[in-house]
């Protein structure tokens, strides 16, 4: 993970207790959970994780999964640029978040160059992959009646959501 998703996700650190669910949070080149050390973890991404460092791993797509529980903490680092449809992944990820969660994001932005999934400098053939535009992000985020805060730092497009109390009964929560 580099500095800059590090340096978000820092931001909403804490010790509560309780379960985070890692969209796409298979290990490349690091992760967050570390910041969340009360938290037991479920890993979802397309390539099963074989670290031994988690609580529960599901080999699914985030486009698809249906959350069987909700998570206090909801984190997608650095997926969402290698999805063909991420809005998708971003109504898995409202759908699986307490009413009192935290959803973080962070993803490459407009300006950064193509990168695998796989930790591969360039995209593999047949790979998707496209910067997110941070309004499209913030749109897609609003559509579920989340409080959010978007930030551009760079090439760097980073989130952060909350379920809006005021409007928690128009998806019935």
Known sequence: MHPAAMEWCERFASDRRGCGLDLGGRY?????RG??????????????????HLDRVITAD?????PDQTYD?????????????WWRV???????????????????????????????ADPLPGEPYAN????????A?????LNVEVDVTGDDVRAVARWDPRLMELVGR
Do not use: F, Y
């Open 62 to 66: 985030a486009q698809w999964w249906k």
């Open 132 to 139: 997110v535009d941070p309004d499209r992000l913030e749109r």
């Open 28 to 32: 490349v080149n690091g992760t967050a």
């Open 90 to 120: 971003i109504g898995t990820m409202a759908r699986a978040l307490k009413s009192d969660g935290v959803l973080i994001i962070t993803c490459a932005g407009p300006g950064r160059a193509p990168h695998s999934m796989h930790g591969e």
């Open 141 to 145: 985020l609003r559509v579920w009646n």
């Open 73 to 85: 903490v909801v984190l997608s680092t650095e997926l969402l640029e290698h999805v063909s449809e």
């Open 35 to 52: 910041l969340w050390p009360n938290l037991t973890w479920t890993v979802l991404d397309l390539i099963g994780d074989p670290s031994n």
